[in-house]
């Protein structure tokens, strides 16, 4: 995973010369989001193969009950009122019929990967593995969804 090596090192040190504060924090925020956006390479997700579909939606479950509930909520609806820096978070339903994401499992990789400045973590410099991101990415459209 070479690919996430020099970005992660920079986003430690913009964490560790972070000092605290709010402003500051949301720059590092702004920040480390610009560089999961610029360290993305959508072809790590082309060598991931899945026994079956099975597995994958699976593996999807467990990693959207870590890593996505909390925020999304237990549908997907965006509801489930987390709390960040005093603000509740409103993420978007991906049961919505104008989710901008319904059609684009790439460009959900890369919203996963990147994260963005609203709240959204950067899962792929955590490092939440790209079969993880494929999983829970596949869960999302297939079970939640149900495409």
């Given at each position: ?6 970005p ?9 010369c ?5 402003s ?6 702004v ?33 959207w009950?870590?890593s ?9 609806r ?13 993420p ?16 959900i ?5 990147a994260?963005?400045?609203?709240g959204m ?7 939440l ?7 829970v990415?596949?869960?999302?459209l297939?079970k939640l969804r149900?495409e």
């Amino acid at each position: 995973m070479r690919w996430i090596g020099l970005p992660l090192a920079t986003l430690v040190g913009l964490v560790a010369c972070g000092g605290g504060t709010s402003s500051r924090e949301a720059a590092v925020k702004v920040d480390s989001t610009g560089i999961a956006a610029a360290a993305y390479d959508s072809t790590a997700f082309d060598t991931i193969h899945w026994k079956d579909q099975k597995e994958a939606l699976d593996r999807g479950a467990v990693v959207w009950a870590y890593s996505c509930q909390k925020c999304h909520g237990d549908q997907g609806r965006g509801d489930a009122g987390f709390v960040l820096h005093g603000d509740t978070l409103r993420p978007p339903s991906f049961l919505a019929m104008d989710w901008k994401y319904a059609n684009d499992p790439e460009g959900i990789h890369k919203a996963i990967f990147a994260g963005n400045k609203e709240g959204m973590p950067h899962w792929g410099l955590v490092p939440l593995p790209a079969k993880d991101i494929d999983a829970v990415t596949q869960y999302i459209l297939k079970k939640l969804r149900g495409e």
